[in-house]
C-alpha cells in the first residue's frame, strides 16, 4: 500500500521561522495509538494546506504555504505559518485557521491554543485600541489611580429609573463608570434607549455636582446592524463609552464596531462573557491571554482580565501575564508565551471585576499597579449604609493603597471603610 498521508512534510526542527512569519505555540495530547509527530503534523497540515492523503498534484507555490512545525518541547509545540496564508485586516479568518478544525480532530485527545506571535505586517493591518490607557485617563480626568466602575446589582431586573440612580448614587461616592452587565441589553422592563436618556439625566447632575467626569459602559450588544444604532444614539447623548460582549458577537461585529465606534470617539469596553467556555478547560480550547491579545489588536479600548483574588478563574500569574500584554508595546518571550511587538498600536486597560469589595482592592493593586480598571459591585451596593457609602469606602481603600497605609489604619477615621470592612473583612469570594 502507498503512503496514504503527508504530515511528517509539515515537521522541520532545523526551520528557523521569518520575521513575517505567524507563530502559534500549542499544548497538545496525541489520541491513543497515535505518535507526537504525526499529532504534530496533523496540527500543521489541517490549520494550513494539508489534507489526510497525498494528493495527485499540486503547484509549486503550495510548498511555501506550508505550515511548519519547528519546536517540540515536551506538549507543547510551536508551529510558524507563512504570512500569505492569512488575508489582513481578517480576525475571523485567522481564527479559523489556527482555532477551527485542528481542535475537532480524532487524532488529538486535548489542544490549547496557548499564544500566537503576531507579525508587524499583519498587525498593522488593524487598528488597534482608539483611545489607549492615556486616552482614557484623560476622558475620564483621572491621572495616576485606577479607573472605577460599578454593576447595579443584581445585574439584571431593575427598571431604566432604578437603574440610572443606583448609578447616580455610584457616581456621587465617587465613581467614575457605572457600568450594565453582560446580560442587560434592551429589556421589557429596562429598554435601551430609556436607560440611556435617563442615565444621560443624572450623569449631568452628578458631573455638575462633583466637578468630575462621569461615564457609563453601557451594553449595545445584539445584532450588528441594531448595536450600530446603538452606538449613535450613546454618541447623541453625550456618552464617551459602550460595551460589548466581545465573545458572544464574534470577532467580525468587534472589527465593525472598532470602525463604527471609532468614528463617534467612543471607546469600547470589552466584556468576556462566555470566555470560560473555552478557556477553562487548562488542556483544551484557547487561552484568555490569545483572547485579550486578540481583541487588542482588533481595536478594544479595555477588557476584563481577571482578578486572581475574586470570584472567578484566574491565577494571579496568568492576570497579571494579561494585563502586562495589553499595557505593554513590545514583549519579550517568556516561559509561557510568546514575544510580540504591538508596532504603533496603543494599550489597552486590563479590568478587574467579579467579587471585588473594600478590604481586597488594595490586593488586586497589588497585582496589577494603578494601570487597571477596577470594577467593584457587589461590594459597594452591599455596603450596610447603602451604594454611594460603599463607592466612598472603596475609593478610601484606594486612597490607602496608594499611600501604603493598612486598611485598618485608614478605617479609623473613616467610617464608611470601618463599616465595610466589618462586613467583608479581607474575604475573598468563590
Known amino acids: 500500500m502507498g503512503k496514504i498521508d503527508w504530515y511528517d512534510e509539515f515537521i522541520d526542527l532545523k526551520y528557523i521561522p521569518s520575521k513575517d512569519d505567524l507563530i502559534v505555540l500549542f499544548y497538545f495530547e496525541p489520541a491513543d ?11 500543521a497540515s489541517e490549520s494550513s494546506t494539508g489534507t489526510w492523503t497525498t494528493l495527485f498534484k499540486l503547484p509549486a507555490r503550495m510548498k511555501k504555504l506550508m505550515a511548519t512545525a519547528f519546536e517540540i518541547n515536551g506538549n507543547f509545540v510551536k508551529v510558524a505559518y507563512p504570512l500569505d496564508l492569512w488575508e489582513k485586516g481578517n480576525a475571523p479568518q485567522l481564527l479559523s485557521g489556527i482555532a477551527g478544525n485542528i481542535f475537532g480532530m480524532k487524532a488529538l485527545n486535548n489542544l490549547r491554543l496557548v499564544d500566537a506571535s503576531l507579525p508587524r505586517q499583519y498587525i ?9 490607557i492615556n486616552g482614557l485617563r484623560s476622558l475620564l480626568k483621572v491621572k495616576k489611580r485606577p479607573i472605577t466602575g460599578a454593576v447595579p446589582k443584581p445585574k439584571i431586573g431593575f427598571s431604566a429609573k432604578e437603574h440610572a440612580e443606583i ?13 450594565d452587565d453582560e446580560n442587560l441589553t434592551s429589556t421589557s422592563f429596562n429598554k435601551f434607549e430609556e436607560r440611556v436618556k435617563l442615565m444621560a439625566k443624572l450623569r449631568d447632575k452628578a458631573e455638575k455636582l462633583t466637578g468630575e467626569n462621569k461615564d457609563a459602559l453601557i451594553n449595545i450588544t445584539s445584532e450588528t446592524e441594531v448595536m450600530k444604532k446603538r452606538a449613535k444614539m450613546l454618541h447623541d447623548y453625550g456618552w464617551r463609552f459602550c460595551m460589548i460582549d466581545v465573545v458572544v458577537v464574534g470577532s467580525a461585529a468587534v472589527q465593525t464596531m472598532r470602525n463604527v465606534c471609532g468614528d463617534y470617539g467612543l471607546a469600547i469596553h470589552a466584556h468576556r462573557a462566555m470566555h470560560a467556555a473555552f478557556d477553562r478547560n487548562e488542556k483544551h480550547g484557547m487561552t484568555m491571554y490569545f483572547l485579550a491579545k486578540l481583541m487588542k489588536m482588533i481595536g478594544v479600548d479595555e477588557i476584563h482580565g481577571g482578578t486572581a483574588v475574586g470570584k472567578l478563574v484566574g491565577s494571579k500569574s496568568e492576570v497579571w501575564s494579561i494585563a502586562n500584554m495589553l499595557r505593554s508595546s513590545k514583549l519579550k518571550e517568556s516561559e509561557n508565551y510568546l514575544s510580540q511587538d504591538w508596532g504603533n498600536l496603543k494599550s489597552a486597560l486590563p479590568v ?5 469589595h473594600p478590604g481586597i482592592v488594595p490586593d488586586v493593586i497589588k497585582i496589577l499597579g494603578t494601570d487597571c480598571g477596577l470594577l467593584v459591585s457587589g461590594g459597594i451596593h452591599g455596603h450596610p449604609k447603602g451604594t454611594r457609602q460603599g463607592a466612598i469606602a472603596t475609593m478610601q481603600a484606594i486612597e490607602a493603597a496608594l499611600s501604603g497605609m493598612s486598611l485598618e489604619e485608614k478605617a479609623k477615621k473613616h467610617p464608611e471603610l470601618r463599616l465595610a470592612l466589618e462586613k467583608w473583612g479581607h474575604l475573598r469570594p468563590v
Open 33 to 43: 495509538g497515535i505518535s507526537k509527530e504525526e499529532a504534530i503534523g496533523r496540527i
Open 124 to 132: 498593522n493591518s488593524f487598528k488597534g485600541p482608539r483611545h489607549g
Open 167 to 179: 448609578g447616580f448614587e455610584t457616581w456621587m461616592g465617587g465613581f467614575d463608570l457605572v457600568k
Open 352 to 356: 478587574a471585576s467579579g467579587g471585588l
